[in-house]
Nanobody
Framework: QVQLVESGGGLVRPGGSLRLSCAASGFTLDYYVIGWFRQAPGKEREGVSCISSSDGSTYYADSVKGRFTISRDNVKNTVYLQMNSLKPEDTAVYYC???????????????WGQGTQVTVSS
């Protein structure tokens, strides 16, 4: 079965950096798309970034462009989200999800991880 496990969350200061990992099992990463989403208390779930399995193309929400970078390691079957210049408004639970490209970008992926908490605070 498909499983996704996020890690790397924690507490960081504004302007700091953090790298999240999403380890995948039960499938070959080469043939799936993985996206990152986040949800803050009282807010709707928001798409953050995704990476294509076909050509490696990346996509970012306007709110994180220039600050976040998504990458993948197909040998380790892991996707990363490097987050720089973090702001308090980045505070949320971050989830990774996988499915076809269309389902991931639409937020309707069938497979989700358990989430990892990111808190940006002084």
């Amino acid at each position: 079965q498909v499983q996704l496990v996020e890690s790397g969350g924690g507490l960081v200061r504004p302007g700091g950096s953090l790298r999240l990992s999403c380890a995948a099992s039960g499938f070959t990463l080469d043939y799936y798309v993985i996206g990152w989403f986040r949800q803050a208390p009282g807010k709707e779930r928001e798409g953050v970034s995704c990476i294509s399995s076909s050509d490696g193309s990346t996509y970012y929400a306007d709110s994180v462009k220039g600050r976040f970078t998504i990458s993948r390691d197909n040998v380790k079957n892991t996707v990363y989200l490097q987050m720089n210049s973090l702001k308090p408004e980045d505070t949320a639970v971050y989830y990774c999800a996988t499915d076809t490209f269309s389902r991931v970008v639409a937020g309707t992926a069938n497979y989700w991880g358990q989430g990892t908490q990111v808190t940006v605070s002084s």
